[in-house]
């Protein structure tokens, strides 16, 4: 067989999507690469076509939609309650984010106020939430920037974090736990004694991230002056949170329109002047103790009460209660509205199927994520379906302006920038 | 910088203010939330207003997002007896996508939505990309989901469908299809728009 018989036998042709249409994948002194989608610095499936000049990034476009799940759409065809269900799963790493977010917009339109117990739950779950998050970003950065040590430690105490999800909402992710009024379940007992001694472990382990990372030379050398972000670029692209706060901007939604009472708490908005990925990293670490501030004043001042509106035409009607068979419908509740009440058998009923109707409006609820600005705007049309929802995701914006961080440097520091900018795809995507 | 976290101007005074600038545009003020409704044509200026007044500087654009209204009758509010909410209905004769831009103002600490409306048969907005770089991705995205052409977009196409999707999904008149059950005795289930979902019944 001769040498040019022997090509279209062996050859592996790939194709995909616009590859073709990528203009000059060969410039004069260019060259044009694909990152991603499938590549595990990517935080999952985002996509970025760079073009090289050798080793250095000229320009970036990131490529975004593999995980569109269309939840925004979906929404529109189910209760108002049901929509926690699918919001809570867009940015998986800060559920309780979505879901507070959420839940608060379509209390303004209801023109309601959940219960002081629910808020100061909520408020405490969304911090554990947000240090959570932070631990993973620690973990994935770290791991993509060669500290494979930080990963298995980040992780690790991020397992507890979820440990104590799981004991409260009963699931580690994906919660469902706070609804439009309160929340689903009280907290048990001994949630009190489970923050506190886990607020103790993450303080101690802290230290130990910062022991590692801080003064580490080779995690320096990757991150100083890697993807500075400037306040006047910050405002252009749109870019909140912990990035924005790293360029020296005191920016803070829980201080600024504080919601679910974050008023009553002290806390330090912390900033950085650097603006680059290290200072990034430093002012994560920093948030994470405000975080537990934050929810050791949330549980001395932790007021009793219902977790749920008395509105009846609203509140969430089951409740959980320990069978002998495990977790399920509360006993006495099911002995209720089975035996006793023909009337709230049928609230229940309405409920549960048909939901409640929320007054025609337009609103714009904003929470501080871990991400930056996490914004719900909501539409009703004034039935028991949301007419339109659409989340103001972080990461979704704040991808935007990773041409303008990276462009310039080499291509792995790409990488860095792109952990720096911890976007979570499933939010990006929603 | 330095953040007071005090809202520095009431959103009356934004109102007013925008008023006296714009005095054929309607404002609206509920929720804790000032919208100002404009024409296609104005928003640059609106937007550019809002973001250059010294006492409003709402000069970030923190969100763009579009509703559908179509055309026709809707009813709303189906629950009047328990909650005592009216029942009007709204007919359209024309089919219209709102645009809501929100723009947020970091020393005053207020936002303010600037809603466009354009017709649904052939959406057309000016685009802001050049006042605000962060709109190029929410406009690419209103495109996506409406179709919405934004005049002077640097690189209007699909973000998050894939580029070579056939119409655009977040509109209501978007067909939905339906499940097609492959076991015999069960029938189609048409789509969640067609289906009889339990109906709020008095």
Redesign the interface.
């Known amino acids: 067989m001769s040498a040019t018989d022997a090509t279209w036998e062996n050859d592996v042709f790939v194709s995909g999507a616009d590859w073709e249409v990528v203009e000059d994948a060969v410039g004069d002194n260019t060259i044009t690469v694909n990152m991603g989608p499938q590549h595990p610095s990517t935080h999952g499936v985002l996509r970025l076509i760079l073009e090289l000049n050798g080793e250095i990034v000229n320009d970036i476009k990131p490529v975004i939609g593999y995980l569109h799940t269309g939840i925004e759409k979906n929404a529109e065809y189910r209760t108002w309650v049901q929509g926690v269900t699918f919001f809570t799963r867009m940015d998986y790493l800060s559920p309780l984010f979505n879901e507070t977010a959420y839940c608060l917009a379509v209390e303004r339109l209801l023109g309601i106020e959940a219960p002081e117990r629910a808020q100061a739950i909520r408020v405490i779950l969304m911090e554990f939430n947000r240090i959570a998050s932070h631990l993973v970003w620690a973990a994935t950065g770290g791991m993509e920037l060669g500290a494979l040590t930080m990963m298995t430690m980040g992780f690790r105490e991020r397992e507890r974090i979820l440990d104590l999800f799981e004991s409260q909402t009963g699931l580690r992710m994906n919660h469902a736990f706070i609804r439009p009024g309160g929340l689903a379940n009280d907290v048990t007992d001994d949630f009190e004694d489970r923050c506190r001694s886990l607020v103790a472990i993450l303080r101690d382990k802290m230290n130990e991230y910062a022991d590692l990372l801080l003064k580490n030379p080779i995690w320096m050398e990757r991150t100083v002056d890697i993807g500075v972000l400037t306040a006047e670029d910050a405002r252009a692209y749109g870019v909140t949170g912990p990035l924005l706060r790293a360029a020296g901007v005191e920016w803070d939604l829980r201080k600024a329109q504080p919601y679910c009472g974050y008023e009553q708490y002290d806390f330090d908005v912390v900033t950085e002047e650097a603006g680059d990925s290290y200072a990034r990293f430093t002012l994560r670490l920093e948030e994470m103790r405000q975080s537990m501030r934050i929810i050791e004043q949330a549980l001395d001042t932790l007021p009793g009460g219902p977790i749920m509106v008395e509105d009846k035409r609203i509140a969430w009607p089951s409740q959980l209660g320990i069978g002998s068979d495990g977790i399920g419908n509360d006993p006495s509740y099911i002995r209720h509205i089975m035996g006793e009440s023909m009337e709230a058998l049928i609230n229940h009923f309405k409920l549960v199927t048909q939901g409640f109707p929320v007054p025609a409006g337009q609103v714009y609820q904003a929470v501080e994520s871990p991400r930056g600005e996490l914004g719900y705007a909501v539409t009703s049309a004034g039935t028991n379906r949301p007419w339109r929802v659409h989340v103001r995701e972080p990461s979704f914006v704040n991808l935007q302006a990773t041409n303008h961080m990276a462009a310039g440097h080499m291509v792995a520091d790409v990488v860095a920038v792109v952990a720096s900018i911890d976007p979570v795809m499933g939010g990006v995507d929603r | 910088?330095?953040?007071s976290?005090e809202r520095l101007i009431s959103l009356e005074d934004v109102e007013r203010k925008v008023q006296e600038r714009f005095p054929d545009l309607a404002a609206d003020l509920?929720?804790?939330?000032l919208?100002v409704f404009c024409k296609p044509v104005q928003v640059r200026d609106v937007l550019q207003y809002l973001s250059t007044d010294p006492d409003i500087q709402a000069?970030?654009?923190?969100?763009l997002?579009?509703?559908?209204w179509p055309a026709g009758d809707?009813e709303?509010?189906?629950?009047p007896s328990?909650?005592g909410?009216p029942t009007y209905r709204v007919s359209r004769d024309q089919g219209v996508i709102e645009v809501?831009y929100?723009v947020r103002s970091?020393a005053k600490?207020v936002?303010v939505?600037v809603a466009v409306q354009t017709p649904d048969e052939a959406p057309t907005v000016p685009s802001v990309t050049d006042l605000?770089?962060?709109a190029?991705?929410?406009e690419r995205e209103v495109f996506d989901f409406f179709g919405v052409e934004f005049e002077g977009h640097p690189d209007l196409q699909?973000?998050?469908?894939?580029?070579d999707w056939v119409g655009h999904?977040?509109r209501k008149d978007y067909p939905l299809g339906g499940i097609d059950i492959p076991y015999k005795n069960d029938k189609f289930i048409p789509p969640?728009?067609e289906r009889e979902?339990?109906?709020?019944v008095e």
Do not use: A, C, K
């Open positions: 910088m330095e953040t976290y509920r929720n804790d939330e919208t000069d970030w654009l923190i969100d997002s579009g509703v559908h809707h709303i509010e189906r629950q328990t909650t909410w809501n929100i970091i600490n936002y939505r605000f770089p962060t190029n991705w929410h699909r973000i998050l469908m894939p580029e999904p977040q969640p728009d979902l339990r109906e709020v």
